[in-house]
């Protein structure tokens, strides 16, 4: 059974993201075991890829570390197997559409199923091209969350009107990556999705402390950090789960204090 509407259950929701596989699929297990412990609503998992697009430096370099440490689909695959024996916090995976398509899209989704994957995440899938993923989701009960950002304009009704799950508003232009200030825009964004469908929204790229997840929180259902996250498992390699396990208490705090 999906579980990705728990997420926005219990109020705001803070949603990390780590790179399956940096430094080793073993401590992204314990990464995911103890970021649910601290009180994610939603865990995201990117399947490391060789030309991820979306992405800035801090989450290609976790990429390619993945990939020299030998990570692969079928072996995320396993891991998120196992963590389900003890573990139900929302899960989704976040990547690209070639590394789906190489997979086999009827394939990679119906094993999302089986480990209980909620949500898969493709930045680089054009709106207009969902139906190439839409069909295997609906199949296999996972959400295709759907992204908008501030060049949306008055794509954003369209998109957010027929968008599942719950809606990834993009705080900025360009890449993922730690910012110092965030776009002004996105409440108005936001505002507009939210007159198009009654669907939670969630804010991301940038998003680095916890004045920024709660601000970002105040004018949505939600705060995504990712590069922020990677930077401490880059930093502290094989010893980084208690690292992360102590910021992702402290944003749950900042977000879950928003009311």
Do not use: W
């Not at 196992?82 to 590394?99: D, E, G, H, L, S």
């Not at 680095?208 to 498992?233: C, E, F, L």
């Amino acid at each position: 059974m999906n579980k990705l509407s728990q997420a926005f259950a219990k109020g705001k929701a803070f949603i990390p993201f780590v790179t399956a596989g940096d430094p080793s699929l073993e401590v992204t297990e314990q990464l995911v075991l103890q970021m649910a412990a601290a009180g994610a609503d939603l865990i995201e998992l990117g399947i490391p890829f060789s030309d991820p697009v979306a992405e800035g430096p801090v989450i290609q370099e976790a990429d390619i570390r993945a990939l020299a440490a030998g990570t692969t689909t079928d072996k995320i695959f396993e891991m998120v197997g196992r963590i389900r024996k003890t573990c139900q916090v929302p899960m989704a995976f976040m990547t690209y559409i070639n590394p789906i398509f190489t997979y086999g899209a009827a394939r990679f989704l119906q094993n999302c199923q089986a480990v209980g994957i909620d949500a898969l995440i493709v930045p680089d899938m054009p709106y207009e091209e969902k139906q190439e993923l839409l069909p295997f989701c609906q199949k296999h009960d996972v959400r295709l969350i759907s992204m908008i950002a501030p060049t949306s304009n008055q794509r954003i009704r369209m998109i957010a009107s027929e968008a599942e799950g719950f809606l990834y508003c993009v705080s900025s232009m360009g890449v993922t990556g730690v910012r110092q200030e965030l776009g002004n825009h996105v409440a108005a964004m936001i505002q507009t999705a939210k007159e198009a469908k009654e669907i939670p929204c969630a804010i991301g790229f940038g998003i680095s402390t916890p004045q920024q997840a709660a601000a970002m929180a105040a004018i949505s259902d939600g705060a995504i950090v990712g590069s922020a996250i990677v930077k401490i498992v880059a930093q502290h390699g094989q010893e980084c789960v208690p690292h992360v396990a102590k910021y992702v208490r402290e944003m749950v705090q900042a977000v879950k204090a928003v009311q």
